[in-house]
């Protein structure tokens, strides 16, 4: 299995530029999750989406916009890329039940020049 | 929000030695999760802890609910290489399954 699969693995932007971070999962997971993880902090809530076509805001979601099409497709999109998204992005799958855990990506290391 | 608090930061050991680490919370959590880092990759679930109280084994890792609900322990038993990584704690937003708040980590190094 896959599992959770990010494209890319490494980008470097300029200030201003605008991009779009891929993540798609092969386990039929309903619930989709986008985090950052910054130097010496925890992973943070970016955007969750708890089914196709239902997406809402995590815990820092200025500059991020996401959308759920497909079950298995989670797109980020920085609309204008700042140096303080320089960060490390990873998604995460989980099914609907209570008791199963999320599964990471292994993420993607964003640059902004 | 809510707040995960971890401790200690870091910790430098040998290998064959015990680890305990904790994380506390400013509110209730009803779930606590254990993860594990390792470099270039995401994070890989160690322990799920779904009740107060509850003690809960895998392998050389031991995580305990605490009574409160507002605190969680992990402890590695005869620590080995491999167990060097980022540890973090994780508990539902809200209550929200869908949602993770993080503790900040526990940096282990392990040396022979």
């Known amino acids: 299995n896959a599992g959770v699969t990010q494209t890319p693995k490494f980008q470097v932007l300029k200030t201003g530029q605008s991009m779009t971070l891929q993540c798609a999962q092969d386990?039929?997971?309903?619930?989709m999750s986008w985090y950052r993880q910054d130097p010496g902090m925890g992973l943070r809530l970016i955007h969750y989406s708890v089914g196709a076509g239902i997406t809402d805001q995590g815990e820092v979601p200025n500059g991020y916009n996401v959308s759920r099409s497909t079950t298995e497709d989670f797109p980020l999109r920085l609309l204008s890329a700042a140096p303080s998204q320089t960060s490390v992005y990873f998604c995460?799958?989980?099914?609907?039940?209570?008791?199963?855990?999320?599964?990471f990506g292994d993420g993607t290391r964003l640059s902004i020049l | 929000g809510q707040q995960l608090n971890q401790s200690p930061q870091s910790m430098f050991i040998q290998e064959g030695e015990d680890v305990s680490m904790n994380c506390t919370s400013s509110s209730i959590f009803n779930t606590w999760l254990w993860y594990k880092q390792d470099p270039g990759e995401g994070p890989v679930l160690l322990i799920a802890l779904y009740k107060a109280g509850e003690l809960t084994s895998n392998g050389r890792l031991t995580a305990q609910f605490g009574i409160t609900r507002k605190d969680s322990f992990l402890n590695i038993s005869a620590s080995i290489p491999s167990d060097v990584g980022i540890y973090f704690c994780?508990?539902?937003?809200?209550?929200?399954?869908?949602?993770?708040?993080f503790g900040t980590g526990t940096r282990l190094q392990v040396t022979l």
């Open positions: 994780a508990g539902p937003v809200d209550g929200t399954a869908s949602k993770l708040t």
């Open positions: 386990m039929n997971h309903e619930y």
């Open positions: 995460a799958s989980k099914e609907r039940t209570e008791d199963q855990p999320q599964h």
